[in-house]
């Protein structure tokens, strides 16, 4: 089965900064990666698909980029509603695995 | 617009089962792959699976095969999940996920149902 590596687990960020969090295979997955922004006590919410297409209403604040193994998420201008856990996904043989998850906390 | 509507929290003893609904309204339900994520408390997104009503075919995690069944009721538009043999380490909130066709991404969501394992 697949694995995948996300990381970090956490970080502290403040209104406006720019973050990344990254993500990575352990083979070759095309572009079949995936970004979640999940608040507390909700469902997770799409947000980047393909690895770098914007899912219909996210602002443009966030971008995914990476092919292959190694992928990015980056979040600029951190806005007070960004703070979340975010998660990646990828898609291989037909089955599904999500990342550990990146908690991101207000500095 | 597109809604999945899942059915309200469950309490349940070690060893029973439960079947969890996921509804959906605003869309053509055959057209759609849905979804089975599990995350235990405090804890990670776990893909279960998935079915494809369409075409009556499922594929199971590893980790939930032989424990875990999807349905499809395409006669009320609702999707169905059911665990058996539970214990407490599948107290958890489930949510169905509704991906399109052949897509890997899950665009649409369920608000989730926890299930609570206790004796």
């Known amino acids: 089965d697949i694995q995948m590596t996300q990381s970090p687990s956490s970080l502290s960020a403040s209104v406006g900064d720019s973050v990344t969090i990254t993500c990575q295979a352990s083979h070759d997955i095309s572009n079949y990666l995936n970004w979640y922004q999940q608040k507390p006590g909700k469902a997770p919410n799409l947000l980047i698909y393909h690895a770098s297409s914007l899912h219909i209403g996210v602002p443009s604040r966030f971008s995914g980029s990476g092919s292959g193994t190694d992928f990015t998420f980056t979040i600029t201008n951190l806005q007070p509603e960004d703070f979340a856990t975010y998660y990646c996904?990828?898609?291989?043989?037909?089955?599904?695995?999500f990342g550990q998850g990146t908690r991101l906390d207000i500095k | 617009q597109f809604q999945l509507v899942q059915s309200g929290p469950e309490v349940q003893k070690p060893g029973s089962s439960v079947r969890v609904s996921c509804s959906t309204s605003g869309g053509t339900f055959s057209s759609y792959t849905f979804n089975w994520v599990r995350q235990a408390p405090g804890q990670g997104l776990e893909w279960m699976g998935r079915?494809?009503?369409?075409?009556?075919?499922?594929n199971y995690a590893q980790k939930f095969q032989g424990r875990v069944t999807f349905t499809a009721d395409k006669s009320t538009n609702t999707a169905y999940m059911e665990v058996t043999s539970l214990t407490s380490e599948d107290t958890a909130v489930f949510y169905c996920?509704?991906?399109?066709?052949?897509?890997?991404?899950?665009?649409?969501w369920g608000q989730g149902t926890l299930v609570t394992v206790s004796s």
């Open positions: 996920a509704r991906s399109l066709g052949s897509a890997h991404f899950l665009d649409y």
């Open positions: 996904q990828q898609y291989d043989d037909h089955l599904i695995t």
């Open positions: 079915i494809i009503p369409i075409l009556g075919t499922s």
